[in-house]
């Protein structure tokens, strides 16, 4: 029962959340709308506590709420953007097209979803898994081992992207 | 049975913030003054007095709290009100936080939240603590305050990768992430008579994290966040209590960096060569409890003397020491301990 508020309670905050980013009264500014981020990204660490993932949790703080986010507001702030005032919006073909298709993705979503939860049978962890289950110890063992492979290509891949980085932001005529 | 351990748990948070932590972190604003006064040939504040009572000046954290309470709060013209009044908050209660999982004396008693990898909450509780930087120099609407902050937001960023690597090293030798098992694991003699404390096997990861740590606490030698000298300062526009917050963080943290560093480099609440079974019960744990306490204040003072004796570095020195220098030796200090471990 417990659970179940708790649980509430950050659901609640993680949309609100996420509806500030890109509802216009608060999100007219950008910073307001990253500080909006920020909450959903930390509220969402709050979900994973409560399935015990609590290494998945604290990545998503570092990785997210400290990295990613903070980059956000660094390039908020460098451009030193501020209230943003929209033009009225004007309805084009390409916006009704959009909408169609967010509203279609959505109903998918939304049906498969609640076929999911209408048919999902919880798996009763033994106290033993549970006790380990989410752990540093098994993630890593689970990275290092059955997931080898794809975790050796993220590796790569953002290697790619550092190195992309370095060279968009090279000076021109080689280094210095 | 709920309700009698929320209010435990609420009576240990009491208890380790205000009477300790705070506590320890006000008297540490008068250590800086008196110590810095020591370094620099003068008196240093002494005046503070009730009564006749003057105590050497330490009645003087209790006449900056009032000052800071009664002063004006100041707003300047188009700054941002809700990020102006989140940003100290953030701070401030991102580094409190922190303290929850300090084991403070042996099992779970003395601890707020022991958890499993309490270490790596430090970590990601901690990281918040730029928003509070990066936030109130923005907020602030002013372009000195704007510098400051990126200047401490890229600061933060960059030395929060070495301090945690750092830690790695400490994670492989003694098999865990719970603080109070790397405790546990530090009570152990090497050789019959070295204590197997962190700062033993790995000295290079103490030093790292200790320098590290101190460029995370925005202090000289680097404080170019705050460059009082060049009025440069994510908290430039802040004044009163909203500046206090900003001021007690920073001893606060000084008092945090000193736990961690004690609890996993200096074997937290242990007193080595003692042998437990000759004291009587009640008495050892008050005894490794002020052990604890007695480790923590050393290694304030060992900051305190550390940012009074060193100048400021320039910030072009600042990136290198972070990216090439601190990075690359704490990358080499993992992959040595790895392989030491692997061997033996």
Not at chain 2, 141 to 164: C, D, H, I, P
Not at chain 2, 218 to 226: I, V, Y
């Amino acid at each position: 029962m417990a659970e179940q508020i708790v649980f509430y309670i950050l659901a609640t905050g993680v949309l609100l959340g996420a509806l500030a980013v890109v509802v216009p009264p608060f999100a007219r500014n950008p910073l307001h709308a990253a500080v909006a981020l920020l909450t959903t990204f930390s509220l969402m660490a709050g979900l994973f506590v409560m399935l015990s993932a609590h290494l998945l949790a604290i990545l998503q703080i570092v990785v997210y709420a400290g990295a990613v986010m903070i980059l956000f507001v660094f390039a908020i702030m460098l451009l030193n953007l501020r209230k943003q005032d929209f033009s009225p919006a004007k309805i084009t073909a390409w916006k009704i097209l959009g909408a169609a298709a967010a509203f279609l993705i959505a109903t998918r979503i939304a049906m498969v979803a609640g076929a999911a939860v209408s048919t999902h049978t919880a798996v009763d962890l033994s106290l033993e898994q549970y006790s380990t289950f989410g752990s540093v110890h098994d993630v890593g063992i689970a990275l290092a081992t059955k997931y080898l492979l794809p975790f050796e290509i993220t590796a790569i891949l953002l290697l790619v992207a550092v190195i992309g980085a370095l060279v968009v932001t090279r000076r021109q005529g080689g280094l210095r | 049975m709920d309700w009698m351990f929320m209010l435990i748990a609420l009576l240990k948070v009491l208890v380790v913030l205000v009477v300790f932590v705070l506590m320890l972190g006000a008297v540490l604003t008068w250590v800086e003054r008196r110590m810095s006064a020591l370094i620099q040939d003068r008196l240093g504040p002494n005046r503070a007095q009730i009564g006749n009572v003057r105590a050497w000046g330490l009645l003087h954290p209790i006449a900056d709290m009032f000052k800071a309470f009664t002063k004006e709060d100041f707003v300047p013209a188009g700054a941002n009100r809700m990020l102006f009044f989140l940003a100290p908050a953030i701070a401030l209660a991102s580094t409190l936080a922190c303290f929850a999982v300090i084991p403070f004396g042996p099992g779970e008693h003395f601890t707020i939240a022991p958890l499993d990898s309490g270490m790596l909450f430090i970590i990601a509780i901690g990281s918040f603590g730029i928003y509070g930087v990066a936030l109130g120099g923005w907020a602030s609407n002013n372009n000195f305050g704007l510098l400051g902050a990126l200047r401490g937001a890229a600061q933060l960023v960059s030395y929060e990768v070495t301090m945690g690597l750092n830690l790695v090293g400490v994670f492989a030798v003694f098999g865990t992430m719970s603080l109070s098992q790397l405790v546990l694991g530090q009570g152990e003699l090497l050789w019959g008579w070295l204590p197997k404390w962190g700062v033993v096997v790995q000295p290079v990861g103490f030093v790292l994290f200790l320098i590290a740590s101190m460029a995370e606490n925005k202090r000289a030698p680097f404080d170019l966040p705050e460059g009082e000298s060049e009025i440069i300062g994510y908290f430039a526009e802040f004044s009163a209590m909203r500046f206090a917050t900003f001021f007690l963080t920073e001893f606060v943290e000084i008092v945090l960096i000193a736990a961690i560093a004690a609890t996993v480099f200096f074997g937290g609440w242990q007193i080595p060569w003692l042998d437990p079974q000759g004291v009587a019960g009640g008495f050892i744990t008050v005894a490794q409890i002020g052990f604890f306490v007695f480790k923590i204040i050393a290694l304030c003072w060992l900051q305190m003397l550390i940012r009074w004796t060193l100048p400021r570095f320039r910030y072009d020195q600042l990136m290198n020491l972070g990216w090439k220098v601190l990075l690359p030796l704490s990358l080499a200090n993992i992959v040595v301990t790895a392989i030491v471990l692997a061997l033996s």
